[in-house]
């Protein structure tokens, strides 16, 4: 039987998206940008959007960069998505970097992509001055989203529109004229990780477009949402699901101020829709629990779920009623959360679910464009990361007798391949399924769990598989625990097994303030006993067998995701892991 999906605008490349959706929504909001007044906004709409893009990739067309590689680098902004697709609709291929990077890997990845100019914020103008200077690569040409005017062989994008609308009004029509191969690269993307080890995705207008239209008819965006755009623009999580779908479906975009700026934002924006990664979500649900506990309101809350899921019953939701103070907390509007990258709480995610709001898991990578499966408007079960989007196929691969194996996806969202690297390629793309090295299971009903990394999976001698992070999300519940990671420590002799060691990163001051505890080894003595109740829960091969405790955050990629193979090698070396 089909599964129920929305009817979607039928697109084939990122121009023929822009071209049919500016037609249905050109006077409606695209972005609303702050200006230097507060509480003044600059309005641009899908309409003026759209003949920016169409004026930049004249200008960079004229400039020569037909068919050229182009990167992209700089903090989320409207410049940001402008450049990208002036560039993807006509002009040549995009790169887009990792604004976190140093300077060695920003020259590193501008040498392996072959780009011949780069579109960027003033942050960088030294960095790729010094670059262009040493005359590494391709480099040529350097366009700041920041400056007026051309200046020290810099272009000011701002003068680049200028000159292409200039050139449009006298007939020139190459950017709009320019025919897409969608089945072509027209995308390059490094994977997170150290340069060395980041490979660069190859991507197709088909690959991002068919995942925009599965995105749509999975889960309903519209000309009256406004998504907050906070995760990196360069990731393709954030770049296909906050940004080119929300240009697709008539949707306005702001952008976040700052992590410590998200509440206000939701507020002064009225935002309706945001992407991003579980602890966010985790860290706004546990404070509005908090501010609800200290206001004395926790049993009326708990009262209010039970009567909202009563009426739910019997077709009649009143959840933003009921719990309207919390609504209004997040600026009255919120009615979806899209969580990715890594395993939500279920106690977080049932209690989103009951206040109304929406909060769906998704799960991709760089490689699938990067969807393979989400909750939707029409189906949701707890824990899973939904159903395979539609077109997309999934199974297992070599199973054990849980249904545990490693996920392979097949669709018109993956990859044509990695870039200059076809032994890389070969080894994850076989006869066409898409080898994702995500360990999961899927049920009777079709949802997908994800039960962890094949790689940081830790085995032990018996064939048994102790998953880091399904206990990790267990840990990270323990107040006062700001994040954990959960390893295999190799032990003297092939006969025995690796030993299950969690290093848990504290929160001093919730240490202090919840449990009057500023000494370390109280510290050791309370976490020692939170995770001897958590091993009771568990079969006695994942027992937590040591605990090392470090306010020093582990190393992560920018969407979050724990470095594993680094963090490891860290922890090895301090050596200060106690047995429990």
Known sequence: ??????????????????????????????????????????????????DNIDYLGTALIKMGLKGKRIAVIGENRYEWGLSYLAIACGTGIVVPLDKSLPE?????????????????????????????????????????????????????????????????EEGNRSFLDAKIDAESMGIMLFTSGTTAMSKAVMLSHK???????????????????????????????????????????????????????????????????????????????????????????????????????????????????????????LGGRVRLFISGAAALDIEVERGYNALGIKIAQGYGLTETSPVVAAGSDFFYKEGAIGKPLPGVSVKIHKPDEDGVGELVVKGPNV?????????????????????????????????????????????????????PEEIENLINRIEGVKDSFVYGKPEDGDEKDPTVCVEIVYDPEVMEEMYKITDKEEMYKLFSCKIKEINKTMPAYKYIREIDLTTEELIKTTTSKIKRHEEIKKVLKRKQSRKI
Not at 12 to 21: A, V
Not at 136 to 164: F, H, R, T
Not at 264 to 293: C, D, G, W
């Open 207 to 329: 690959n991002i477009c068919s995942n925009i239209m599965a995105i749509a008819k999975s889960l309903k965006l519209n000309k009256e949402d406004v998504m907050l755009s906070f995760l990196p623009l360069h990731h393709v999580f954030e770049c296909t699901a906050g940004f080119l779908y929300p240009l697709y479906s008539g949707a306005c975009v702001v952008y976040c101020d700052g992590i410590k700026h998200i509440q206000s934002n939701l507020q002064e924006y009225h935002v309706t829709a945001m992407i991003s990664v579980p602890i966010l979500f985790e860290t706004m649900y546990r404070r509005l629990m908090k501010t609800i506990e200290k206001k004395g309101k926790m049993e009326t809350l708990q009262k209010g779920i039970k009567i909202s899921q009563a009426l739910l019953k019997v077709h009649i939701d009143a959840r933003r009623k009921i719990f309207k103070e919390i609504h209004d907390q």
């Open 1 to 50: 039987m089909k599964e129920k999906q929305h009817k979607v605008l039928e697109i084939t490349d990122l121009k023929d998206m822009l071209k049919k959706s500016g037609e249905l929504y050109g006077k409606e909001i695209a972005y609303k940008l702050k200006t230097e007044v507060p509480g003044e906004y600059k309005i641009i709409t899908h309409k003026e959007a759209r």
């Open 104 to 168: 060695n890997e920003i020259e590193s990845l501008i040498v392996r992509s072959n780009v011949e100019a780069i579109i960027f914020t003033k942050k960088y103008t030294e960095t790729l001055k010094n670059i262009k200077k040493q005359g590494l690569g391709k480099l040529k040409n350097l366009i700041s989203m920041d400056l007026d005017e051309n200046e020290d062989g810099i272009y000011a994008l701002k003068s680049l529109v200028e000159k292409g609308k200039k050139l449009i």
């Open 415 to 467: 990859m044509l391949g990695y870039y200059e690297n076809e032994e890389e390629t070969k080894k994850v793309l076989k006869d066409g399924w898409f080898h994702t090295g995500d360990l999961a299971r899927i049920d009777k009903d079709g949802f997908i769990f994800i039960s962890g990394r094949k790689k940081s999976v830790i085995v032990l001698k018996n064939g048994k598989n102790v998953f």
